[in-house]
């Protein structure tokens, strides 16, 4: 338990080095990155949409970003984010959009953030998509669900995520009732202030919050991979007559993949979180270190010739 969370520290210290970043620009996909992240560019990771769906997947795709300090990276950033919405529609694909505010300048400018985001639900309206925003740390929570409220009063293909590690992630699920949005457990390191610490008690209040959006007739986005808590849903759902219409599951590209074809299989709606770009680093050690285990992907990639 020690060695996991040292190594949990250990990653995380180094998702945050700007150099090591910087410098994963020019190597291109290393350690093993390219399992769990869809390539460097717009066409790589259409391909990889393409590749899933036809495997009965649907997709969220999500381009990373890192350390975004200045109102000319922000807009790049949006430009992107546009760019990809209208190449998934000119391939036919089934893929939705995610974003993170403050690769769109949410901690320069929160109305220059806000700008980006209505010209991206925007785009995204005009070709029938959704948008959802990731919900990041605690100290931006706040901030997110204001530019999210503001959306939704003219834009209704638009959600966020939320973590059911805080406090306030049932009260915070009263006030969007009706809005689809994506649960999870939750990834960033909190204090017992804001945030459930045992395992246990964050599972617990998940399978909480999870009923309490179904139970609203709000549609849901479960996002794990733990099969013990997914066939907790499905055995809930199903005793309580939840129309599959109002839900789906979700997991990241590269984690069980076996398992999402298990469940599309099955008549669910499951889909595939793909990040892709250029900036693969800071993601890429956020996964390594939610889970000992996916130091094995690093490994791989570090003596595969």
């Known amino acids: 338990m020690v060695v996991d969370k040292l190594s949990r520290h250990f990653f995380i210290a180094l998702s945050k080095n700007k150099l090591l970043t910087k410098g994963a620009r020019r190597w291109?996909?290393?350690?093993?990155?390219?399992?769990?992240?869809?390539?460097?560019?717009?066409?790589?990771v259409v391909q990889t949409v393409r590749t899933l769906n036809e495997q009965g997947l649907v997709c969220t795709v999500d381009?990373?970003?890192?350390?975004?300090?200045?109102?000319?990276?922000?807009?790049?950033?949006?430009?992107?984010?546009?760019?990809?919405?209208?190449?998934?529609?000119?391939a036919g694909v089934d893929s939705q959009l995610s974003v993170k505010l403050t690769q769109l300048g949410l901690d320069i400018d929160q109305e220059l953030c806000l700008?980006?985001?209505?010209?991206?639900?925007?785009?995204?309206?005009?070709?029938?998509?959704?948008?959802?925003?990731?919900?990041?740390?605690?100290?931006?929570?706040?901030?997110?669900?204001?530019?999210?409220?503001?959306?939704r009063d003219?834009?209704?293909?638009?959600?966020?995520?939320?973590?059911?590690?805080?406090?306030?992630?049932?009260?915070?699920?009263?006030?969007?009732?009706?809005?689809?949005?994506r649960l999870v457990k939750g990834a960033y390191k909190e204090p017992k202030s804001v945030a459930y610490q045992q395992k246990?008690?964050?599972?617990?209040?998940?399978?909480?919050?999870?009923?309490?959006h179904l139970d609203s007739g709000s549609y849901t986005a479960i996002a794990s991979h733990d099969h013990?808590?997914?066939?907790?849903?499905?055995?809930?759902?199903?005793?309580?007559?939840?129309?599959?219409?109002?839900?789906?599951?979700?997991?990241?590209?590269?984690?069980?993949?076996?398992?999402?074809?298990?469940?599309?299989?099955?008549?669910?709606?499951m889909r595939v979180y793909v990040p892709?770009?250029?900036d693969w680093?800071?993601?890429f050690m956020r996964r390594l270190a939610e889970r000992p285990q996916n130091v094995a992907f690093a490994l791989r990639g570090l003596f595969k010739k």
């Open 28 to 44: 291109g996909l290393r350690l093993g990155a390219s399992q769990v992240v869809a390539g460097t560019t717009i066409e790589s």
């Open 63 to 90: 381009h990373l970003g890192e350390f975004v300090s200045t109102k000319e990276e922000a807009r790049a950033a949006a430009e992107v984010c546009i760019q990809t919405l209208e190449a998934l529609d000119d």
């Open 115 to 151: 700008h980006h985001m209505k010209r991206i639900v925007r785009a995204a309206e005009a070709k029938r998509n959704f948008v959802q925003i990731d919900m990041e740390d605690y100290s931006r929570r706040e901030a997110t669900l204001e530019i999210l409220a503001r959306l």
């Open 154 to 181: 003219s834009h209704e293909n638009v959600g966020t995520a939320i973590q059911a590690y805080l406090h306030c992630a049932a009260d915070d699920l009263r006030k969007l009732e009706g809005v689809p949005l």
């Open 200 to 212: 246990s008690e964050i599972d617990d209040n998940f399978f909480r919050i999870i009923k309490q």
């Open 228 to 269: 013990r808590m997914i066939k907790k849903v499905k055995d809930y759902c199903r005793e309580q007559r939840i129309p599959r219409s109002q839900y789906e599951f979700q997991m990241l590209y590269g984690f069980r993949p076996g398992l999402q074809r298990e469940i599309a299989a099955q008549g669910y709606r």
């Open 276 to 278: 892709y770009g250029e």
């Open 281 to 283: 680093y800071g993601y």
